[in-house]
């Protein structure tokens, strides 16, 4: 989703490093909390077309720059 430009909105900790790292509890939805989630669509779907492009962007900039399957591989290789 981030490759595409697209802003995502999830529960899940993994991105704690990533997504969150930029956006904070913005794009962050509590487990189980569907109030929670129809909070967090009304943020992303309250931004102008140029907040939203621009935090889409600044994610999608440190992901390819952090997350690659070239970098995966690199960091593996350095464990074996």
């Known amino acids: 989703a981030v490759v595409c430009d697209c802003l995502p909105l999830t529960t899940s900790v ?3 490093e990533t ?3 930029i956006a904070g509890d913005r794009l ?3 487990q189980n ?3 929670d989630l129809e909070s967090k669509l009304q943020y ?3 931004l102008s077309k140029a907040e939203m492009e621009d935090l889409a962007a600044e994610i999608k ?3 390819l720059q952090n997350h690659t399957l070239e970098i995966l591989a690199n960091r593996l290789k350095l464990e074996m």
Do not use: G, M, T
């Open 19 to 21: 997504i969150f790292k």
């Open 44 to 46: 992303a779907l309250s």
């Open 14 to 16: 993994d991105f704690n």
């Open 33 to 35: 909390s569907p109030e």
């Open 28 to 30: 962050k939805v509590k």
């Open 61 to 63: 900039k440190y992901v």
